[in-house]
């Protein structure tokens, strides 16, 4: 199926590896021109040469920590700058520290929102404008399973994600006489360098070994595994594409049936 995303401006937020770089590889081998973000350089710069390598699709890199609304305005003016506009906006970051309620202070709530809630607001906020002049657009927010299912160990993830949710289905009302659809991604557990480092300090902190970690996890899986950053991607190639212009408020579990509730 031809998506119908060639040449199209994407910026990916947070996708120096993970999942952000699954979906930042997808969209350019789809031959859209791909902007990539992160605060590190050296592994920002190492993905933007192995996806250019592989696709040979426009792919640039910038270093940008995407709760600081300096750094995000200063990165969208000059993809702007160098491509006219963004017209798929990929919203992403890092995921706040696991741990139950009494772990955690008002602050750790408030690094937790400025992280998955306000870098998602505010990477909108920057991109819209631009979007509605042009009148196409479509934005992706990533969330979790956690926003749909609340996990219990993931406390700070369980509340910023649920916000996310809220804030895209309002936008998605509000943009769709635009032609701007908004969506939300919910993965479920994906095999990462993130859930790597998880099943790591579940073997440190001597609850089991990692592979009791993956155990657990697959267990509560109906499909039986963990998923493939490419999976998540390739939903994500979907909703940006010109084929998935009637879908929006829409936020999607791609989780192997992990969420058990009925939406
Ligand atoms: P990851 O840690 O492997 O990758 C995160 C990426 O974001 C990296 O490229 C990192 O450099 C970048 N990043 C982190 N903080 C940033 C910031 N402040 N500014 C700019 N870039 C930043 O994580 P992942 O597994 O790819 O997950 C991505 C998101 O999806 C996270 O929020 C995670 O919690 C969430 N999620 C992941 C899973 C999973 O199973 N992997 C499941 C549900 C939700």
């Not at 992160?38 to 426009?58: H, M, P, Q």
Request: with cysteine.
């Amino acid at each position: 199926m031809d998506l119908g995303i060639k040449n199209r401006v994407v910026l990916v937020a947070a996708s120096s590896r993970g999942l952000g770089k699954a979906i930042a590889f997808q969209l350019s081998r789809e031959g859209s021109k791909v902007v990539i973000c992160a605060r590190n350089k050296e592994r920002l710069f190492k993905t933007r040469e192995e996806i250019a390598a592989e696709t040979g699709s426009v792919v640039r890199a910038f270093i940008a920590d995407v709760r600081d609304k300096s750094q995000v305005r200063r990165m969208v003016k000059q993809v702007a700058d160098e491509f006219g506009t963004v017209e798929i906006l990929v919203c992403n970051a890092g995921g706040p520290p696991a741990g139950l309620a009494d772990e955690f202070t008002v602050e750790d709530y408030r690094e937790a929102l400025e992280l998955n809630l306000l870098s998602t607001v505010n990477l909108c906020y920057e991109v819209i404008p631009m979007m509605k002049k042009q009148r196409w657009g479509r934005i992706i927010n990533m969330t979790s399973v956690s926003a749909k299912q609340p996990i219990n160990t993931l406390i700070l993830s369980n509340t910023a994600r649920a916000g996310v949710l809220g804030f895209s289905k309002s936008l998605s009302d509000q943009l769709a006489p635009y032609g701007i659809t908004v969506n939300s991604i919910c993965p479920g557990y994906t095999r990462t360098e993130r859930v790597e480092e998880l099943a790591k300090s579940f073997a440190e902190k001597g609850k089991g070994t990692t592979e009791d970690f993956y155990k657990n996890i697959k267990e509560s899986i109906p499909l039986g595994r963990l998923g493939a950053p490419e999976e998540i991607a390739q939903a994500v190639a979907f909703l940006v594409s010109e084929r998935a212009a009637y879908i929006t408020g829409v936020s999607l579990q791609v989780d192997g049936g992990f969420v058990k509730g009925l939406f």
